[in-house]
């Protein structure tokens, strides 16, 4: 779900090819929920699948969205959600029930011949088989990949603030909580998106946040951002503090200062509490000892992964996975005459 908070939050659109040469860090399960939710059936709501019953709809997205990042010349690495903090127990719960009954919806809609898209992508749900599968095609693209010990948007800012990397990539803006320099929204959705229960298109494309410009505009310190998100709701306090949504937030946050007299002036309903989460934001579990290393992909590992076990398009894999290549040795030609020409 991610913290609510983008009417406050100052951002500016970019162009896809502004991204060029950056590297940029994106939180794996974040994107690949959105590819479960947007690649399906749109009367039906039925995700790709291959000939096996094993769906593949973010296998779809994971390699022909990513091959277009490459073409512009970005260089990704995914970055996967390790084991959540304890008092997230309760929030995991909460999704299971509301996917349960998104299922229910989706079932009814299909018996009553209506449309069932919504119900559809309210139930997706992330196995540990289709996170091995993403891993494996991403080695097969030669694409790094982190694995974090906790959570997924964390370790991307982490990755951000040593310089390792560009940006950090989500929709949601928790990354802009954990302190992120900079956060690129869209990376994987740009293009023409279908407005829900609508036949109206709108361009979507990259949207740029940067923090230290967001902590100026709203005048607040890194801390006091983290106490905002904390008010308003995060993946760990659902909703937030009931009547308070970002600009009350923004106004109490500057108005106390400190977590201690902030809580002082609000009703907290939560059984976790508000210290462990803000606790939790400033100091998560980290990988420190990580390696980014593109390498070129792998023609025969791909079109054997992705044709002959997952039943994808022969003709169309080889063709962008001959454009992955070219495009991987252009940029290993470029980087060697970089380092010739110092």
């Known amino acids: ?38 690649i399906r059936d749109r009367m039906t709501g039925e995700p790709l699948k291959d000939s096996k019953g094993r769906i593949t709809s973010h296998l779809s ?26 008092f997230k127990r309760e929030t995991l719960k909460e999704r299971e029930a509301v996917k ?21 992508q309210a139930s997706s749900r992330m ?19 982190v694995q974090a010990p906790s959570e997924g948007e964390m370790q991307c800012a ?18 802009i909580l954990d302190g992120s320099p900079k956060l690129v929204r869209n990376l994987s959705i740009t293009g023409k998106k279908k407005l829900p229960g609508k036949e109206v298109y709108i361009e979507v494309k990259p949207e740029l946040i940067e923090y230290n410009k967001v902590l100026s505009e709203l005048g607040v310190t890194n801390e006091q951002l983290v106490i905002l998100g904390i008010l308003v ?7 937030g503090v009931k009547g308070i ?25 939560f059984d976790v509490s508000a210290e462990e989460i803000y606790d939790f934001f400033l100091n998560p ?27 994808f398009s022969h003709e169309r894999m080889e063709k962008v996975i001959d454009k992955m290549q070219e495009n991987y040795n252009k940029s290993k030609q470029s980087s060697l005459k970089g380092w010739i020409s110092r």
């Open 1 to 38: 779900m991610g913290v609510q908070i983008s009417n406050i939050i100052p951002s500016k659109e970019i162009e896809l090819t502004d991204l060029t040469g950056k590297r940029i860090a994106i939180d794996a399960l974040n994107t690949l929920f959105q590819f479960l939710a947007i």
């Open 61 to 86: 997205g994971l390699f022909y969205r990513t091959s277009n990042l490459i073409e512009v010349g970005i260089k990704p690495i995914f970055v996967f959600d390790g084991k959540p903090p304890e």
């Open 100 to 120: 349960k009954e998104a299922e229910r919806k989706w079932e009814e809609a299909l018996e009553k011949g209506e449309p069932a898209m919504k119900y559809a």
């Open 127 to 145: 196995t540990d088989e289709m996170i091995e599968s993403s891993k494996e095609l991403l080695d097969y693209m030669g694409i790094p990949h």
């Open 158 to 175: 982490f990755m951000c603030k040593n310089g390792d990397v560009w940006a950090s990539g989500s929709q949601d803006y928790d990354s």
């Open 233 to 239: 709701g995060t993946d760990y306090n659902p909703n």
């Open 245 to 269: 949504g970002p600009k009350t937030a923004l106004k109490l946050v500057k108005e106390h200062k400190t977590l201690e007299k902030v809580l002082e002036n609000v009703k907290w309903t």
């Open 285 to 311: 579990p980290l990988m420190e000892d990580y390696k980014l290393e593109w390498k070129e992909p792998d023609k025969n590992k791909l079109m054997k992964f992705m044709v002959d076990e997952h039943d």
